[in-house]
């Protein structure tokens, strides 16, 4: 099965940071890579879909690139609305797999 | 407004059984392959069990093969999950998520999901 390492686990970081979460598969896989955010309460929320693509209403500061086996998920510049847990997502033939998640927290 | 609604969560006790619903609204749900995906208390998000539109093709990721089985009715736009031997892992919120495995290829709209706990 493929493995996603994501990383870091947690992430503290203000206002206004540039913000980067890695995700590391264990083999190469499809550009069927997508992040989520998901707050304290609340059921995940698309954010990025095929490595890049923004979802519907996800603000232009999220960004998602690949390069190899390893997956980014960038916000330009961190917003209040922001601070919440990130999770990538993989799908290969009927495979789904999520990374560990990172929390992103006040710093 | 397209949206997913579960029930059927509850307290079952371990060996026990539970039927979780998920209701769909503002979508052509026959359309669409949907999926079950839960995450135990503190931890992250797993993926449990898939069904295309039809039915045609159903998926159970390995923790729980044998023992769930999701189904759908399509004229209720309703997919079902049957959870039968619950273990103390299987305690978690369940979400349902529908698959859009054309243009997204993701999990592009969620429920509020709805929790299992399996106790002694």
């Known amino acids: 099965d493929i493995q996603m390492t994501q990383s870091p686990s947690t992430l503290s970081a203000s206002v206004g940071d540039r913000v980067t979460i890695t995700c590391r598969a264990s083999?190469?896989?499809?550009?069927?890579l997508a992040w989520y955010q998901q707050k304290p309460g609340k059921a995940p929320k698309l954010l990025i879909y095929r490595t890049s693509s923004l979802g519907s209403g996800v603000p232009s500061r999220f960004s998602g690139s690949e390069s190899g086996t390893e997956f980014t998920l960038t916000i330009s510049s961190l917003q209040p609305d922001d601070f919440a847990t990130y999770y990538c997502?993989?799908?290969?033939?009927?495979?789904?797999?999520f990374g560990q998640g990172t929390k992103v927290e006040v710093k | 407004e397209m949206q997913l609604v579960e029930s059927g969560g509850g307290l079952v006790q371990r060996g026990g059984s539970l039927r979780l619903s998920c209701a769909a609204s503002?979508?052509?749900?026959?359309?669409?392959?949907m999926t079950w995906v839960r995450q135990a208390p503190g931890k992250g998000l797993e993926w449990v069990s898939y069904i295309t539109s039809s039915s045609s093709t159903i998926q159970y990721a390995d923790s729980v093969r044998g023992r769930f089985t999701i189904s759908r009715d399509n004229a209720k736009n309703s997919v079902l999950l049957q959870m039968n031997s619950l273990r103390d892992e299987d305690t978690a919120v369940y979400y349902c998520?529908?698959?859009?495995?054309?243009?997204?290829?993701?999990?592009?709209?969620w429920g509020q999901g709805t929790m299992v706990t399996v106790s002694s």
């Open positions: 083999q190469t896989i499809t550009r069927w």
């Open positions: 503002g979508f052509t749900f026959s359309s669409y392959s």
């Open positions: 998520a529908r698959w859009e495995g054309v243009v997204e290829v993701a999990f592009d709209i």
């Open positions: 997502q993989q799908y290969n033939t009927y495979t789904w797999t």
